[in-house]
C-alpha cells in the first residue's frame, strides 16, 4: 500500500478532518484514481473506527468527526467519480436507507458510482419508510427499476425483508431488481428474502447492478 493512502486512512482513523481532505488532493494529484483512494483509504478507515466502536475504545462524537472527514473527503473525489462515466441510460433507480437508520456514507457512494455509470437514481435519503419507496416504484418514470437500498444496523436490515413482503403484496414485484448492501447484508439473507443481488462495495454494486438490470457490464468505468 502506498504511504499517501495509508495517511489517508491514518486521518480518518484519528479524526483529522483537514489531513484527510489535504491527503486526499495530494493522492489524486499523484494520479492515484478516486476510487481506489475510496476504498483502500477512506473506506478502510470507516472499518477500522467502526471495529474500534464495537470494542468500546471509540465513542460516538469521535465516529461522527471520522464519518466527517470521509464526507469532506468524498466532495473532493465525487466530480472525479462521476467524470467521463457512461452517456447511455442504463436505468432508472431508487436509493435509499432503510427506516430508522441514517448511516448513508455507503449509500451515498452507491448512488454516486450507479450514475456515473449510466443510472439516473433519485436518492431518497436516510431513515425511508417501506410505503415511501412503494410509492416511488409506483410512480417512477420506468418499466424497469432498481432498488439500491441499505441498512447498516441488523435491526433496520429486518425492514428489507418487511419491504420484499410489501412490494409482492403492492403487486409491483415484476417491475423492479432490488440490490440491498450495508455491512450486515449478507448473500445468503439475499435469498432468504427473496430480492435480486447485494454488493460488497461500490464498484461491485455497479456491476451487480447492470447485471441484474441487463445491461451490458463491459461499459462500467469503475
Ligand atoms: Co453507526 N453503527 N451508529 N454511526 N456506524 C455502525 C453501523 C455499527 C456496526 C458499529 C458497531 O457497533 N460496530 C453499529 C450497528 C450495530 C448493529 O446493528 N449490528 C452502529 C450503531 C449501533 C450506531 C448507533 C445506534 C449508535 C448510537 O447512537 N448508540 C447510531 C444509529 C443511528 C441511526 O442510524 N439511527 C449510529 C450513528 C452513527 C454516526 C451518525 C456516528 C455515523 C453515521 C454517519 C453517516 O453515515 N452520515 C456512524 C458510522 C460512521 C458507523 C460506522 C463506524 C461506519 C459506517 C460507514 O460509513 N462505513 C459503522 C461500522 C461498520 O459499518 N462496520 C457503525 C463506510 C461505508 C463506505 O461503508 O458498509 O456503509 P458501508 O457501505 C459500503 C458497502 O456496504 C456497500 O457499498 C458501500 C460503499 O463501498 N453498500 C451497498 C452499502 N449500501 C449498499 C447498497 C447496495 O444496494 C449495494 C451495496
Known sequence: MSDIIKEITDAVTSQNINGAVEKTKEALASGIPALEIVQK?????????????????????????SAKAMNNSMEVLNPELTAGGASASAGYCL??????????????????????????????GVDVD???????????????????GSALMTTSMLGQKDLMILINEEGVRGKVKC??????VSKAWIEEI?????AENAAEAV????????????????
Open 179 to 184: 440490490m440491498f448492501g450495508g455491512a450486515p
Open 130 to 148: 417501506n410505503e415511501i419507496v412503494i410509492e416511488e416504484i409506483k410512480k417512477a418514470p420506468a418499466d424497469k427499476v432498481l432498488l439500491a
Open 194 to 198: 427473496g430480492a435480486d443481488g447485494t
Open 95 to 124: 436509493s435509499f436507507v432503510q427506516s430508522g437508520d441514517i448511516h448513508d456514507i455507503g449509500n451515498r457512494l452507491v448512488a454516486t458510482m450507479l450514475g456515473a455509470n449510466g443510472f439516473t437514481v433519485k436518492v431518497l
Open 207 to 222: 456491476i451487480v447492478a447492470r447485471k441484474i438490470m441487463d445491461v451490458e457490464t463491459s461499459k462500467v468505468k469503475v
Open 41 to 65: 483509504g477512506l473506506s478502510v478507515g470507516m472499518k477500522i473506527v467502526g471495529d474500534r466502536f464495537e470494542a468500546g475504545e471509540l465513542f460516538l462524537p469521535q465516529i461522527m468527526m
